[in-house]
């Protein structure tokens, strides 16, 4: 991949913070989309104390649960970075990752969904104007398709099975109608972080493995358009 400017929401920490580190460090131009304004210049700052140029480093405000924000930002960034050819759809919410299926209230799954699903599709409409304009790719930070025993939660769960949906859904109208985009989704495992509370296992990532996961797919010249892409790089499910 040649250097490009990249949009990562949801970048103040984890695997989002982390994964601007390592592009910046690759050569490119990071922009970081933080919820809270006044996370912006210190997810900035923090940055450049993990050693990256603070001139490949810039911030916009942007809220998955607040379309006035999402719109402000598109055109933030139809402004400011018209060259953006990169969205990192990161951003998201846990919802209670203790509750069974069952007790998990129709609010709790709504309120999920909200971020996890419409908030990224709102994102995605907001900058898509400039991926087209540069023959952009949409990455999406997703789950599985299936179910595992020792991991269900379940308003999370329901929303990144219905993120899947989406991001192939998309991909065939990007096919049919020959858009000059890609999208695609990127499962990592288990990772370490503060949406499950630091969970620790043997299945379990962390952030720099899950950003280093990433930056190896952006690296790998594949176009991906509609590939569900797995913990060990491989694809999982795709359009067919």
Do not use: C
């Amino acid at each position: 991949m040649n250097a490009k400017t990249i949009l990562i929401t949801g970048a103040n920490r984890g695997i989002g913070l982390e994964t601007a580190r390592q592009l910046a460090d690759a050569g490119h131009q990071i922009i970081v989309g933080v919820r809270n304004a006044d996370k912006l210049q210190p997810t900035i700052d923090q940055l450049v104390k993990f050693g990256v140029d603070a001139e490949r480093v810039s911030g916009v405000q942007i809220d998955l649960n607040d379309s006035a924000s999402i719109t402000a930002a598109g055109k933030a960034i139809a402004d400011q970075h018209p060259d953006l050819g990169v969205l990192i759809n990161n951003a998201g919410i846990s919802g209670d990752m203790q509750k069974p299926a069952l007790e998990t209230t129709i609010p709790e799954y709504q309120e999920t969904l909200n971020v996890n699903l419409f908030g990224t599709m709102r994102v995605t409409e907001a900058m898509l104007p400039v991926l087209l304009k540069n023959r952009g790719q949409i990455v999406n930070l997703t789950g599985p398709f299936s179910a595992t025993k020792w991991y269900n939660p379940a308003a999370y769960r329901v929303s990144k099975i219905a993120l899947n949906a989406w991001i192939q859904t998309l991909a065939v109208d990007i096919e049919n109608q020959k858009l000059p985009i890609s999208i695609l989704g990127i499962f990592p495992g288990g990772v370490s972080t503060d949406i499950n509370n630091h969970r620790q296992g043997p299945y379990m990532k962390t952030t720099e493995d899950a950003a280093g996961l990433i930056l190896r797919i952006l690296k790998d010249g594949k176009r991906h358009n509609g590939d569900i892409i797995g913990p060990d790089g491989t694809v999982i499910s795709k359009v067919e």
